[in-house]
């Protein structure tokens, strides 16, 4: 249903489906006609620059999200989180991406889960990226202590997993 929303109000600009897109990758709310990550606020040129755009598509999309009550509301909302995925390595935590064949299958958090509480290893950290907004989304997961190899032989006889990497 957002999507559906985003997607009608952001149809006649490629450029502004492009921010939006970005902002939600990052988190990046807005308040008061400005962007935020997490109450800090982001200085929009040094964005669009960021991103490839002019300033003016930051101030436009700003406007285009203000103007649809649901989207507005979605957008003040918004909170960036930490990724821990690359850094667990060097807090001797366990870390591991998941690739699916059908990322809109439900129940694989849930199998993933399951079997990594079977081994008695705690998650600090489980996010899966957004299917609309990554090109390859990922099941990230990040453990208390590291991996040990038979728990990824039972993750690959799961249904649907495609690929495990080890980060």
């Known amino acids: 249903m957002m999507w559906k929303e985003i997607y009608e109000a952001m149809e006649k600009s490629p450029a502004q489906l492009k921010v939006v897109k970005k902002m939600l990758e990052t988190g990046i709310s807005i308040k008061e006609n400005n962007l935020y990550i997490n109450g800090i606020q982001i200085d929009d040129t040094k964005f669009a620059k960021a991103i490839g755009v002019d300033r003016r598509v ?7 999200i203000n ?23 060097e ?4 870390a591991m991406e998941v690739i699916v064949e059908d990322p809109s299958k439900p129940g694989i958090l849930a199998s993933i889960s399951e079997i990594i509480s079977q ?12 299917p609309e907004i990554v090109e390859e989304p990922k099941l990230h997961v990040v453990t208390q202590s ?22």
């Not at 930051?58 to 285009?64: A, E, L």
């Not at 807090?91 to 366990?94: E, L, N, Q, S, T």
């Open 67 to 89: 103007e649809n009550s649901t989207l507005g509301k979605f957008f003040m909302n918004l909170k960036s989180i930490a990724d821990f995925t690359d850094a667990a390595r």
């Open 146 to 167: 590291k991996l040990p190899s038979n728990l990824i032989l039972k993750l690959m006889d799961l249904k649907n997993i495609k690929k495990i990497i080890i980060k």
């Open 91 to 94: 807090m001797g935590w366990g």
């Open 58 to 64: 930051i101030k436009s999309t700003i406007q285009t």
């Open 119 to 130: 081994e008695e290893i705690s998650i600090r950290q489980a996010f899966v990226d957004d």
